[in-house]
């Protein structure tokens, strides 16, 4: 298409992408890009948290997380005295964690191409649940096997502010605010930079109530 003036400017139209934000060299923020699929999405979650219920775990050195946690997928992230991993088995039921719908991966899949990841395949949802004053401190993760691979992450409910750092913990974070339906994708050269998440304010949102929930999508086996 031809602009007033005669230049091209469709392509230029297409790659800002109006709703998609880079926060790093191979990372995006997708504004409300979740929100078409919420109807979907939350059904979905609810029949996970029945199977598999939010629990406090604890940290090697013995810390409770201030997040509570759950999984779907063929792994779910856990940790215990022992030590952080993947595991095939809730720990608390000794079953499966329940399946990943189809929505929550379909999900996951999308926006991981929006963002330039053509073969994404998660086999792990870790969900968080953040109160009011939860927070996740700054760490890396490493707990996967591939790190090719990108995390994708869907925010629900109250907002937050997500601290991007650098490789190094000393590095100055950038603070960028996520709301309810934002979707992050992170890989390649950005994948392990330190992260965190800031104390979630008091508050209640008008369909999740007064908690932030996240899904983190990652293929980790
Ligand atoms: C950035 N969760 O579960 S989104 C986590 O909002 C975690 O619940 C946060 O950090 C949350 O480990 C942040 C997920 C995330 C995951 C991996 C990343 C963000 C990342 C890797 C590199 C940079
Ligand atoms: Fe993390």
């Known amino acids: 298409m031809q602009g007033p003036t005669g230049e091209l400017f469709t392509e230029d139209v297409l790659q800002q992408r109006p709703g998609r934000e ?12 979740a929100l078409p699929w919420i109807d979907r999405v939350l059904p979905q979650l609810r029949g996970v948290l029945a199977q598999s219920p939010f629990r406090q775990m604890v940290t090697p050195g013995g810390f409770p997380l201030s997040a509570a946690l759950s999984s779907c997928g063929e792994l779910g992230w856990t940790t215990d005295s022992t030590g952080y991993r993947y595991s095939p088995l809730d720990p608390r039921s000794q079953q499966p964690w329940p399946a990943m719908p189809d929505t929550l991966r379909q999900l996951a899949v999308l926006a991981a191409i929006e963002a330039g990841f053509c073969d994404f395949s998660p086999d792990a949802c870790l969900i968080n ?3 009011p004053g939860a927070k996740m401190s700054l760490h890396q993760d490493k707990n996967e096997c591939n790190y090719s691979a990108p995390v994708v992450s869907v925010s629900l409910g109250m907002p937050a502010i997500f601290l991007f750092g650098g490789h190094a913990r000393s590095d100055k974070p950038q603070r960028i605010s996520l709301f309810h339906g934002d979707v992050v994708v992170w890989g390649g050269v950005d994948r392990l930079r330190f992260h965190g998440v800031m ?22 086996g």
């Open 129 to 131: 649940r953040y109160v």
């Open 22 to 33: 880079q926060i790093g060299q191979e990372s995006y923020v997708l504004r409300g890009y």
């Open 199 to 220: 104390p979630i304010k008091e508050g209640v949102h008008s369909i999740m109530g007064p908690q932030r929930i996240n899904l983190t999508f990652r293929t980790a």
